[in-house]
């Protein structure tokens, strides 16, 4: 009896994308006959991984965990829509989510840690085997506080922690539990609405800065305003543009009339101690991805088109 070895199961995983089980057996069927395995998975329908692998995949879910005093955002992507609202897509994504809870943000080790008997990049392999699209864990990110709470909130939510946007922000407090928490999620869903570049000035890329900078200079020079008055009006120019893209000098989305800082110092008074807020991370799915263009109803149009 042919001696089936991991490095054959890994390899026809490889060139199938089939399950990890589904490889083993067809080997087994075959004698190890490499060439057969692989029209074996094909016949049963199960080669589906290798053959999805290069469709674009711009849907799926965002994931998002928290525990004590560390929280993760997760983003796997599917090609459509409706994989999103599969419950084994679901349980993927949570999975892999719990899994970043222990290792951090990055994919790599997250792909390679072990769930049971096989590893993160195994089980996507296999869910995509099953459901039938190409599937991908794209990005991880993970915030923790020594003190305080990591406030979350996930939009257009399909379960708990899986929605189209997800965000995490790392609040560091000695203050009340509940409260804290509370103030943690209505900054959250701050961070949601309004996008903001950093938590505050000190922040944001000096690239960006300095493209405002000279924005603003070069449009009052066209003007003809003096040098020393440009400077001054460069520099009110930058405390407006703060006040879109820092999370702290934004207007409340809760309460418009204050700011963000406003906001806190009022929350330090119910909590009871000072609140910073170290850091956040917002997702939104499939946000950078170069989408294909496609035009459905012009293509039907093309095919019914009369010669």
Do not use: W
Not at 209 to 228: I, S
Not at 242 to 268: G, N, R, W
């Amino acid at each position: 009896m042919t001696n089936i070895t991991a490095q054959m199961v890994k390899e026809l995983r490889e060139r199938t994308g089939a399950g990890m089980m589904d490889c083993k057996g067809a080997l087994t069927e075959t004698g190890g006959e490499m060439e057969q395995a692989v029209d074996l998975l094909r016949k049963r329908g199960l080669a589906k991984a290798a053959k999805k692998a290069g469709r674009i995949a711009a849907e799926g879910l965002i994931g998002l965990a928290v525990e004590g005093s560390q929280g993760v955002l997760v983003e796997v992507n599917s090609e459509t829509d409706f994989v999103a609202r599969n419950e084994l897509f679901q349980g993927l994504v949570k999975m892999i989510a719990n899994v970043a809870l222990t290792l951090g943000g990055d994919v790599e080790k997250i792909k390679a840690a072990k769930v049971g008997e096989i590893t993160v990049a195994e089980a996507i392999a296999d869910t995509i085997a099953k459901i039938g699209e190409n599937m991908s864990l794209r990005r991880a990110s993970s915030l923790s506080v020594a003190n305080g709470v990591i406030g979350s909130y996930v939009h257009n939510s399909v379960d708990e922690g899986l929605g189209k946007i997800g965000v995490i922000v790392a609040l560091e407090s000695t203050g009340t539990g509940d409260e804290l928490k509370r103030f943690g999620r209505m900054l959250a869903m701050h961070v949601a609405a309004s996008n903001p570049q950093a938590v505050d000035p000190s922040g944001l890329d000096p690239d960006v800065v300095r493209r405002e900078k000279e924005v603003l200079a070069d449009k009052y020079k066209a003007q003809g305003k003096p040098a020393n008055v440009i400077d001054k009006i460069v520099e009110s120019g930058l405390k407006t543009f703060y006040k879109e893209v820092c999370l702290v000098d934004q207007a409340f989305i809760h309460d418009p009339d204050k700011s963000v800082s406003q906001a806190i110092k009022d929350a330090e008074g119910k909590v009871g101690a000072p609140i910073k807020v170290t850091g956040f991370v917002r997702y939104v799915l499939g946000e950078g991805i170069d989408r294909p263009n496609d035009d459905f109803g012009g293509d039907v149009a093309a095919l019914i088109k009369p010669n």
